[in-house]
């Protein structure tokens, strides 16, 4: 049995949005869980963070980058009406949905971006004040903005690092701002590993809350391989299973960096293959 | 005493050289013809009572089948028949327990020939009568016999997890007329029979037949579904007359010291996993990577450690197995010691790993081991303990597989928070193998911990009946 691709559309030189039918994760998704999903009969598990969960149509909503095998197949040889082989969920844990005050939630790569919607959405009709803050590198890189958080957001910024659309800069130079502003109660934030640890050096001093998607190589996303884990409070922790959100001043930022590259060689040597073939 | 010539050795199977198997992942041992398979047979002493039957955790009639099987020698379709038959009354993946049941310790510890020259080949024989039954169609006809007319209609269960455990408990009740609904996490059902032990020990396209088979017999599967996340226990509890979970112990120990995050570190399941599972052997064919150097050290002495092993081989790699104990304490069956032994795995005894050493890329470059000295003390599993003796030896390694054991995934007691589990993660069980959620049953690894496929199907049938009753009981008017 495969499930359906229903809708696609490319949102930046480097992303697209894709939407498959998946009733039964759509039914039982919350905000922080996420998906694996495999492209073929001879694909890899590939996680995917959920944009929406549509449960009346039974569909759920991806922001995918154009990244390497699987995903190159999603966009250059899949089109709408076609199958994908397998895709399970929800995973990892729901985060906490409740009255914080004012929750930012700050993205600067496509996992990210595709979470900012739905997380300050639940947020909001919390009763939280929500800022987001969507970062990219360019403008060839941003999305339109109909898919980004504007529509749940109180406060709305877009930054890319040459300034070519909204502020230059990146989301860490506007939350330093809004922290000294002292408008911050609580962080959210994923994309670049890079960009996290830094966020968590920033908040530490503060105190803030700053609860951040750990990204790492999966296989089977449900706690079995122990490939996702991570240092966390000198503990090993599973970012499928105990994450994916987790406390970003609890984690060991400089492994999981490391970690998170271990396949680069064998990747390159696949991508430079795909090329010739 | 006059009497039939005992014959000490058995009769040999025939296995793939080692020059060829090390470099493919085919089937190393390649079992009986029919004439070898009844040679073996007539070796049996037709014991009454049979202490063989004891040592087999399900009971199989061994003398029986054996005898079914060398009694009609004319009619080689006629015997096998008869010999599936009785197999089948107690186990119904015989093909698969043939090839992994440790022998040794349970059906073939206590054979009576044993004691004059070498045990009868039980396994060996199962396998055959399980492999001969499926090339020649017999097992399509006996199925028949074995359904029940009335498909569907005693009610609806719910199976959690689909490896042999949950396999067994749905053909069973499938057999007696229930409509069972199998719902599995992964995208592939077969539990550890599919992700875990590797072709060259039992080819996939076996299990896809015992697949096919319970789809024959009306079972649905639900791949995809991870139950305490997809769907929870109650919402299956609101549709289903009963659940039975047997999710096993996927989940792999750690251990926790310094260097851990290094890549090229992989626990048994990962490795396994990527090889078995998403066939990294054949990549870039297949898109999953694996990154193996020319040194693996493999840490554990298991059926998991020898499978590592094995597997690490065949990507060409120069393996170790590093174990904390001593050879007498290894845990894995007998034949894959011999087999790892044969393909040149080498073997380093009572070193336990302090320390993982990286290079300047965040590679593993070496382990570090304490070396071990055994005491004459044994410890409640019966082995010997152990002590450090303050001595250390550095090895060199390029990739480390952890297969130091594995506990039950906790997916489910977390969501379900009725659902009692003991302090090591398997769930609380009645003697019915009911849980501490009425209507909801257990079994396999999930309440035993890493235990063996035979205990688990073995579970799947004891519950398959103990649903069945339950669920007749609760249909009786009050
Ligand atoms: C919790 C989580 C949520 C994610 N959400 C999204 C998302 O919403 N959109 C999106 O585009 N990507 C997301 N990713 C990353 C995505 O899974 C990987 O980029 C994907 O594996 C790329 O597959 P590929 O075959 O196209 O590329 P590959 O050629 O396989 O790899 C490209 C790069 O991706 C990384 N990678 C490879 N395999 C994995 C793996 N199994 N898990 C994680 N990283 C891997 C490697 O570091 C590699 O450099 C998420 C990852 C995680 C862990
Ligand atoms: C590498 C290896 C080699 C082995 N070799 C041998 C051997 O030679 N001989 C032997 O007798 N035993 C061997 N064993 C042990 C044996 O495989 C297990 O005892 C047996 O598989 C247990 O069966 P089970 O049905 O209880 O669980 P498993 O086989 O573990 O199957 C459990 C299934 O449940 C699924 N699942 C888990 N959680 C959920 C959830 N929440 N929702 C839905 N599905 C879920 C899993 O994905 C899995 O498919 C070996 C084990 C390993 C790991
Ligand atoms: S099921 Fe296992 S233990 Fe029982 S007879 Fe067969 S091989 Fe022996
Ligand atoms: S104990 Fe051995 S010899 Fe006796 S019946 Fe069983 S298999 Fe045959
Ligand atoms: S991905 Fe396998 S344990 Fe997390």
Known sequence: MGYKITKKENLSAIDFFMEVEAPHIAKSWKVGQFVVLIVDEKGERVP????????????????IRRHGVTTFKLWYEKKVGDEILSIAGPLGKPIEVKHYGNVV?????????AEAYATLKAMKEAGNYTIAIHSFENKANTYPEEYLAKPVADEFYITTEDGSVGRKGHYLDILKELIEQDKVDIVFAGGKLGSLKKLAELTRPYGIPTIVTVRQIMVDGTGMCGSCRVLYDGEIKFACRDGPMMDAHKIDWDDAIKRNARFAEQENLREKDTLLN | MAGPKLIKERVPTPEVPVEERVKSFVEVNL??????????AERCLQCNPAPCIQGCPVHINIPGFIKALRENAESPE??????????????????????????????????????????????????????????????????????????GVKGKVAVVGSGP??????????????????????????????????EFRLPKEILDREIAKLKELGVEIKLDHIVGKTVTLEELLEEYDAVFIGTGAGTPKLLNIPGILLDRIYTSNEFLTRINLMKAYKFPEYDEPI????????????????????????????????????????????????????????????LNPVEFIGDENGKVKAVKFEKM???????????????????????????????????????????ATGLKTNPDGTLVVDENLMTSIPGVFAGGDAIRGEATVILA?????????????????KRLPA
């Open chain 2, 291 to 350: 990154s193996i150097g020319k040194k693996t050290i493999v840490i554990g002495a298991g059926n998991t450690a020898m499978d590592a092993a094995r597997s690490a081989l065949r990507m060409g790699s120069e393996v170790t197995i590093a174990y904390r104990r001593g050879r007498e304490d290894m845990t894995a069956r007998i034949e894959e010691i011999k087999h790892a032994e044969e393909e040149g795995v080498k073997f380093e005894f009572f």
């Open chain 1, 48 to 63: 995917m963070s959920v944009y929406y969960a549509d449960r009346e149509n039974g569909r759920i909503g991806m922001f």
């Open chain 1, 105 to 113: 939630f700050a993205a600067d790569a496509v996992c990210a971006q």
């Open chain 2, 165 to 198: 455990a949950g396999l067994t408990c749905a053909g069973e009740l499938a057999k007696m007329g229930y409509k069972v609904t199998i719902f599995e996490a992964l995208h592939k059902p077969g539990g550890v029979l599919v992700y875990g032990i590797p």
């Open chain 2, 457 to 473: 199907m073995g579970d799947g049938k004891k519950a398959a009946k103990a649903i069945d009753e339950y669920i007749q009981k």
């Open chain 2, 31 to 40: 079992g009986y013809d029919f004439v070898s398979a009844v040679k073996e």
């Open chain 2, 78 to 151: 006629e015997a096998v028949k008869n010999a599936l038959r009785i197999i089948w009354d107690d186990n119904t993946l015989p093909a698969i327990t043939g090839r992994v049941c440790p022998q040794e310790e349970q059906c073939e510890a206590p054979c009576v020939m044993g004691k004059a020259g070498e045990p009868i080949n039980i396994g060996k024989l199962e396998r055959f009568v399980a492999d001969y039954a499926r090339k020649h169609g017999i097992e399509k006809e006996l199925l028949k016999e074995f359904t029940s007319t009335e498909n």
């Open chain 2, 373 to 415: 000295r055994p005491l004459e003390e044994r410890d409640a599993k019966g082995k010997r303990k152990i002590v450090g003796t303050g001595e250390y030896i550095t090895l060199e390694a390029d990739t480390v597989i952890i297969a130091i054991g594995l506990e039950p995934n906790k997916i489910i007691s977390e969501e």
